[in-house]
């Protein structure tokens, strides 16, 4: 446990300020990890992850266990070199794209029989396999082979969990690298007796971080904040907890008001690609036309190259004009947001005026401007 | 002429080495300036460029006129603002596009009549629109207003030629920023009597610059290298020569040996886009699988960031996936490539050894590894 290790440095209500070590570098939390699906966070080099000061990068072993596959990549020297990203990296276990992109799928308690997406060729993950996979990429921290069902149908949910609970041993058991550490899943849609169960028997198996899956998967917002509070008292306060896939501004604020220290999404990257910007007052449409002739950066107070260099004009133009500069642009500024928003709530919890902070963001975000303002 | 100068420096054969001075920096010659078709060098950011020390960038009057609009960027400050880009900009005059790319064109001795190819509205160029155009984007270097016809056709180009001189007389006397240097073009396709006759009577204009215009349009390299042999003769020696459209390595060369100072080419970005890399060896294509493994970068000789960070193996893992990434990481090394390239041609020439140096280019270049190697 030399390598890896978390030290709890500050609470501020359910906040949690806090530092994640790993192989690769220190991750201050709260931290939002840029999603970097087939090795690379799209439309941005290493070197524009390391100006925004993102700390984790994300990569999913589907993706890359289908293509170029993992034992390549581990002769090419793993995820790191083949990426040329020094700092850390997480992987999933593949098993949420197993159950959202694969083309048809047949679950057994011993794994999951699968067709690539891309090709339709027959594949089979285990939770051994998995763990192997994810071996063979080398990511500092890994994930336990878990099912994840749609959060409301209770019947699918027990039978999901009893599996993910079996899987997470069976992680566990195949777990073998020393440099990475492995966290296992809560599962249990938006069931609170199944998430208390869940939590009991993943916390049970102290495992160095545990990861919340099945949520912002089509609950309500309350729902996933009742989860989320539920969890709090359940969870051990000595480990990190890492919610997958959630990373709006607002969730961001709210998630870390109830007990949570990682995050991960699509969100900034995907909407950079569709023209859309993230501010703390809302989004920005980058297509209107009430952009073309505005001198002012995206955000007057952000720091990043994208608003310390560009106009909302020029953006516009690159926008309208179907301009690869322009996800590169946005992808910038979206996720300096994100990482600048999860900063400022460290500082506020280990300054303890958490849920000041949260009510001064939430009256400015719900302040939004209209669209294309 | 404070604000514009061009001293030569050096001469090693027919080759020269000078330095172009501008109000936005200088540029040391041989050069070879990217382009930036509408306000950005595709897929790469301003201090992509910085890095790799490109020194003059090119855009494109036409498009820029059409979306978003000269008038509009010269609101917002010019096209060094609006872009980004601090150094020195060069802007064509729009002639080319319309003969290559509007949707319907009428040419009279006035101007051309053409529908814009992104909307089939119609618009007029003339010399005087034209130069009050580039006036608006600011460019430091802008051209005169031109007619390129197709190489081979002796009559066009007669009318074409006629036309050219006629207008390069109407940019002139339009001509009004005294920090844009306007360069004239000797147009004349294959013919050297009409090249001669272009470039007397273009010479006799005394404009800061001239532009060699209609070649890499459908010639042979060897009608190509006669054209700019002949022009060699007629040509001012203390006025730098900026060949239009040309930039694939042997080209730089060849042209280099026959007394070119600028280049600009849309070649190492598109081949970018289409996953093609340039060496000084030939070309390799990176969606080939013969690279899949391959743990080496492009060119062990080149200190580009795609080359000191990533392997083919992983180039081509990023083409294969068809990310962004790959066109932003080519297009740096390629571009990167043509400029060293240029300032290697530069030293040789002030060391008096271009034609040892071209001869060793062209038996390297000869020995072209197959397509993926």
Redesign the interface.
């Given at each position: 446990m030399t390598l890896f290790a978390f030290r709890l440095e500050g609470r501020s209500g359910r906040g949690r300020a806090g530092v994640v070590r790993t192989p690769h570098g220190e991750i201050p939390t709260p931290a939002f990890a840029p999603v970097g699906t087939?090795?690379?966070v799209?439309?941005?080099?290493?070197?524009h992850l390391a100006e925004i000061e993102a700390r984790l990068v994300l990569a999913n072993t589907y993706h890359l266990y289908l293509?170029?596959g993992a034992e390549?990549i581990a002769?090419?020297?793993g995820l790191h070199a083949?990426?040329?990203w020094p700092g850390p990296i997480l992987t999933d276990s593949g098993g949420f794209q197993v159950f959202s992109l694969a083309a048809t799928r047949q679950v057994d308690d011993d794994g999951v029989s699968f067709r690539s997406h891309l090709d339709g060729s027959l594949h089979r993950l285990t939770p051994e396999k998995s763990i192997a996979l994810q071996a063979q990429l080398g990511a500092d921290i890994i994930m336990a082979f878990d099912e994840c069902p749609p959060p409301h149908d209770r019947r699918t949910n027990e039978e999901a969990l009893r599996r993910t609970h079996l899987w997470a041993e069976r992680s566990l058991a195949a777990h073998t690298r020393q440099d990475q550490a492995l966290f296992a899943i809560v599962q249990g849609g938006i069931f609170p007796d199944l998430r208390e169960q869940s939590a009991r028997t993943i916390a049970a198996l102290k495992t160095p971080g545990i990861a919340i899956g099945g949520l912002s998967v089509g609950e309500t917002k309350a729902e996933m904040h009742a989860v989320l509070e539920a969890l709090d008292a359940l969870l051990p306060e000595d480990r990190p907890r890492y919610l997958m896939g959630v990373g709006s501004p607002d969730d961001l604020v709210e998630c870390v008001c109830r007990g949570v220290d990682l995050f991960d999404c699509v969100l900034p990257t995907r909407m950079a690609r569709n023209h859309a910007a993230l501010t703390r007052r809302g989004r920005l449409n980058l297509r209107a036309a009430a952009h073309?002739?505005d001198?002012r950066p995206l955000d007057p107070g952000c720091g990043c190259?994208t608003c310390q260099?560009?106009?909302r004009?020029?953006l516009?133009?690159?926008c309208?004009?179907e301009?690869?500069?322009a996800?590169?642009?946005l992808s910038i500024h979206n996720l300096r947001l994100l990482i600048t928003l999860t900063a400022d709530l460290r500082t506020a919890i280990l300054e303890g005026r958490l849920e000041t902070f949260a009510e001064a963001f939430r009256a400015d975000y719900r302040k939004r401007r209209p669209e294309g303002e």
């Open positions: 087939q090795a690379t799209k439309a941005l080099t290493p070197r293509r170029p390549r002769a090419l020297g083949f990426m040329g073309a002739d001198p190259y260099t560009f106009s004009a020029y516009r133009h690159l309208a004009s301009e690869m500069l996800a590169t642009l």
